[in-house]
């Protein structure tokens, strides 16, 4: 007498590894994965065609800084992007955030390669989000400095000073603060990866059988 054949398992059932091993569950939040990606790259153009918003942001957060480094009095009107320092002085100066030295640009160039990242699914969308932030964060603040300088150079030495701090001084200071931003995003979003790729190609030892029998040496 024959013995039977197990059939293929019913509709619905678990389907293992013939192996026995555990079986692969797709990783938790892929299904977010293109929307948010799709959503970097939309705020990336938004952020590149209309930043004036962004750039009154910037005059009003920079104006306290500009303040402390000439020590004068300085006002943002509303709308205008353009910080006054020195008032009620001889030496009243108007220092706009134009659209050529907003961080709203660097900023969406990193908003682009995070979608862009995203997209690829190559590394982890949380580990892309947060070096997206921390980037971001780092060239807002390096632009912020950038203007603070800017500022206390027109105060001190008039036109002249602005002339040489905006356009040697502080268009280095934004390379650098780029570079570093840039840097350290694909840092953060490679650190996990780089590591996972170090262990698989790492020397492995396979595991012995379990009933294995010992040999005899002769």
Same mark, same amino acid.
């Given at each position: 007498?024959?013995?039977?054949? %197990? +059939?293929? %398992?019913?509709?619905?059932?678990?389907?293992? %590894? /013939?192996? +026995? +091993?555990?079986?692969?569950? %797709?990783?938790? +939040?892929?299904?977010?994965?293109?929307?948010?990606?799709?959503?970097?790259? /939309?705020t990336a153009v938004a952020f590149a065609a209309a930043n004036t918003w962004f750039r009154d942001l910037e005059a009003d957060t920079a104006a306290p800084l500009v303040g402390y480094a000439t020590s004068s009095t300085v006002d943002v009107p509303h709308g205008t992007a353009t910080i006054f320092l020195g008032l009620y002085t001889p030496r009243v100066f108007g220092l706009t955030v134009t659209p050529e030295c907003t961080a709203a640009l660097p900023i969406a160039a990193l908003l682009g390669m995070a979608g862009v990242l995203g997209l690829t699914g190559r590394f982890p969308l949380v580990r892309i989000l947060v070096a997206l932030a921390g980037a971001a964060g780092a060239v807002f603040a390096v632009n912020q400095a950038r203007i603070a300088m800017i500022g206390w150079a027109a105060h001190t030495w008039g036109a002249g000073g602005f002339g040489w701090a905006h356009a040697t001084v502080g268009s280095v200071m934004i390379i650098a603060g780029v570079s570093a931003a840039i840097a350290g995003f694909f840092s953060v979003c490679g650190g996990r990866a780089s590591r996972s790729a170090r262990r698989r190609v790492g020397p492995t030892t396979p595991p012995l059988p379990v009933h294995a029998p010992a040999r005899k040496e002769r």
């Open positions: 007498m024959t013995s039977p054949v %197990p +059939g293929p %398992p019913a509709s619905g059932g678990a389907l293992r %590894p /013939a192996s +026995g +091993g555990p079986v692969r569950r %797709p990783a938790p +939040g892929r299904g977010v994965r293109a929307p948010v990606s799709l959503l970097l790259l /939309a």
